[in-house]
């Protein structure tokens, strides 16, 4: 059996932009990707709502997602592959970065990762590195990533350039799902099984 470490933030938690809570079960994406893949995977969900790749959020604590990786890699060895879709929430205004400073936190943790002797034999873990979407400046969360919509255009461009520069994969999540325009962070039900879909799909061309 191959085991998958799917590391994200609140849209891999499953949370539902309709409701501000979290979606069933077997409507998170992670799930939707165990249940194409079969019998023959184990696929552990680690999201985390607020959670950013590298930095510190003064205002929600323990939110770093270089702090919690390590832990999490030996909790679940030997991991297969690791699924990383950060950076989201890295576009907070009280932040200040831009999307090339977000596409290195994003590399620093497959770095930790491929540093790691977490995979099979002792081995490092492959990495496949997810993009997200671009989001929205509209409801709830508007203000609290104002300026953030124009620099998540670019998270995909800088994304691609740091994977390339560690020989990794990228999926970019933007060719499958968009944000949902009623909280312009976070995915549909719809969004949630595409994505699910689209990792199963590179996983089976290329795990």
């Known amino acids: 059996m191959k085991t998958i470490l799917c590391f994200g933030d609140s849209n891999t938690w499953g949370y539902n932009p309709s409701t501000a809570s979290r979606y069933p079960y077997d409507q998170r994406w ?7 893949l079969g019998s023959g995977y ?38 297969d592959l690791l ?26 943790l497959a770095r930790i990762a491929k540093a790691s002797s977490t995979g099979p034999a002792e081995g490092a873990p492959a990495v496949l590195l997810v993009a997200p979407p671009p989001i929205i400046e509209v409801g709830p969360f508007a203000e609290m ?12 461009e800088h994304f691609r350039a ?15 799902v968009e944000s949902s325009p009623l909280d312009g962070i976070h995915f549909s039900a719809e969004a949630q099984r595409a994505l699910g879909e689209a990792v199963a799909d590179w996983v089976l061309r290329s795990l």
Not at 30 to 36: F, K, W, Y
Not at 146 to 153: M, P, R, V
């Open 30 to 36: 992670p799930t939707v990707l165990g249940a194409r």
């Open 145 to 156: 990533f104002q300026g953030g919509e124009a620099k998540s255009a670019r998270l995909a």
């Open 162 to 176: 740091k994977a390339a520069e560690l020989g990794l994969p990228l999926l970019q999540a933007s060719d499958f």
């Open 83 to 108: 699924v990383i879709m950060l950076g989201t929430n890295d576009l907070k205004l009280r932040f200040g970065l831009g999307p090339l400073d977000i596409a290195a936190g994003a590399q620093r």
């Open 42 to 79: 184990l696929v552990i969900p680690e999201g985390l709502n607020g959670r950013t790749t590298v930095w510190d959020d003064p205002v929600e604590i323990d939110k770093k997602g270089s702090a919690h990786l390590p832990s999490l890699l030996e909790s679940h060895k030997p991991i």
